[in-house]
């Protein structure tokens, strides 16, 4: 038999599998921010991507399309039911808007965690291997986005930008398996309870929400979400609903499973969140993992700032 | 014409690659099913049984580095993964048989390595924590099958285009 490998090439192997091994590690350790030719490289192939996303949305479009005309009938009946209902909803709707806006004046409140304006962005490509849920999308720097604002669909929270170039950005989706990856989170009901949505469980494909006050009172079909604490996201973004309320493995806090209310599968068009009230850099992707670091030994350097 | 035609062809697969990712998962009886697209790997297999292993390995590096660069954000991830598994490829087939049926085979073989070689990798990182079995059922099954089919119908021509170029190469040589 052959060798495999004369010497040289040997040689030639090791030293390529170092150097890769180094910028692996390197990568993994500076995973904040995409440096220049990383950007470059981004931004050009994002450009050839869009011309292959775009046919394709517009082909699942006409799908979609064709799929909802056949459904026309019985939808239109189901909603003429629902119509009168909205109208009184709506009539509420539009008074209680009224009045929030003048106890607002009366207090003199002007910014609101709630108000954001959206940036709507078209889905480019969607990380092939899927071991990291991550989208691409279409807008970038230069339309105002920044690292680590909220994403949304339509129907609700998906999940927040993590990378930007000037004109894409990578977006991790809720559903990854990330443990720094951290929303903070709201129950909405007569008492609100916050919590931090950490860790998704694949098998019944729902979130975790940890960290619950165990005196708050919480119940399944009970509405979550996002607090808006965390610095850059707005308050209010629908993340999904409650389905089981167990206690956390030391017994400390509550804990519960919520049912997104948006689809991962499917992203084609998405909104991200520009929070209009002053956001506040720096959320909770890096700096409370630094801070749990610090803790842990913060014993040995007695470093407590 | 058909000197540019493979490089071409590599590029048109690299960027549809993440358009069929988007259909990805797929629900087959209650669970979600991971399809993962591995065109550009397989064909570029075939660039390297069929045409040369040169110009395969540069192929195999430079889009690695690119799908790292747009996808992965670990640089170093799948330039390293697509030449060896190129290489593999090529070894294998020097030493079995170059008959299409044979190195179809051997390329899903390879997908097969290279999706257990990823699950290893991100199961070592920490990013995921799949247990091996689900590993199996909900990913590498779907995805092997998804891309014989895509391998099937689309093996002759890689084949063909491959042939074709290095046929061109060595009458240009005479």
């Known amino acids: 038999m052959p060798q495999f490998f004369s010497n040289k090439r040997l040689i030639l192997l090791l030293v390529g599998v170092i150097v890769l091994v180094a910028l692996i590690f390197f990568s993994l350790r500076d995973r904040d921010h995409a440096n220049l030719p990383e950007q470059i490289v981004k931004d050009v192939v994002g450009f050839g991507q869009q011309l292959f996303s775009k046919p394709a949305h517009y082909i699942t479009d006409l799908v979609d399309d064709v799929d909802s005309l056949l459904n026309t009938y019985e939808e239109n009946q189901r909603l003429r039911k629902r119509l009168v209902e909205y109208a009184a909803v709506q009539a509420e709707l539009s008074d209680v808007r009224n009045e929030n806006k003048r106890l607002k004046d009366i207090v003199g409140k002007k910014d609101d965690l709630r108000d954001y304006e959206p940036i709507h962005a078209s889905v480019l490509a969607r990380n092939p291997d899927q071991w990291e849920e991550k989208i691409v999308i279409d807008r970038g720097e230069t339309h105002g986005i920044k690292k680590n604002m909220a994403v949304m669909t339509a129907d609700g929270l998906i999940g927040k930008v993590i990378l930007t170039t000037p004109f894409t950005s990578t977006v991790q989706l809720l559903a990854t398996q990330d443990p720094d990856y951290r929303v903070s989170a709201l129950v909405t009901g007569k008492t609100e309870a916050f919590g931090l949505i950490e860790g998704y469980d694949t098998e019944r494909r729902e979130l975790i929400l940890k960290r619950i006050d165990s005196a708050h009172e919480i119940k399944e079909g009970q509405k979550v979400i996002s607090s808006g604490l965390g610095g850059i996201f707005p308050k209010g973004l629908l993340i999904g609903e409650i389905t089981e309320v167990t206690t956390d493995d030391f017994g400390l806090t509550k804990q519960a499973h919520i049912k997104p209310a948006a689809d991962f599968a499917m992203l084609e068009h998405v909104i991200v969140t520009k929070r209009t009230s002053t956001a506040v850099d720096g959320s909770d992707a890096g700096n409370t993992g630094e801070a749990m670091d610090k803790t842990a030994d913060g014993g040995k350097d007695g470093d407590g700032s | ?174």
């Not at chain 2, 697969?13 to 790997?41: D, M, T």
């Not at chain 2, 390879?110 to 995921?128: D, M, N, Q, R, S």
């Not at chain 2, 091996?132 to 909900?138: K, M, Q, R």
């Open chain 2, 1 to 174: 014409m058909i000197r540019l035609l493979i490089p071409l062809v590599a590029v048109v697969l690299f960027y549809v690659e993440p358009v069929f990712g988007l259909f990805s998962p797929i629900e087959v009886g209650g669970e979600l099913r991971y399809l993962i697209p591995r065109f550009l790997i397989m064909f570029l297999i075939f660039v390297g049984v069929y045409y040369s292993r040169q110009r395969a390995l540069v192929y195999a590096i430079i889009f690695g580095l690119l799908y790292d660069l747009f996808h992965i954000d670990i640089i170093g991830l799948y330039a390293f993964l697509y030449p060896a598994v190129c290489l593999l490829a090529i070894w294998a087939v020097k030493h079995i048989h170059k008959h299409i049926i044979v190195v179809t085979l051997i390329t899903l073989l390879l997908v097969a390595v290279l999706e257990t070689a990823l699950y290893g990798f991100f199961t070592l990182i920490g990013f995921i924590g799949m247990p091996f079995g689900e590993f199996i059922t909900t990913r590498l099954v779907p995805t092997m099958i998804a891309n014989s089919v895509f391998l099937v119908l689309l093996g002759w021509v890689f084949k063909s285009l491959a042939n074709r170029r290095s046929i061109q190469k060595r009458e240009g040589m005479l």
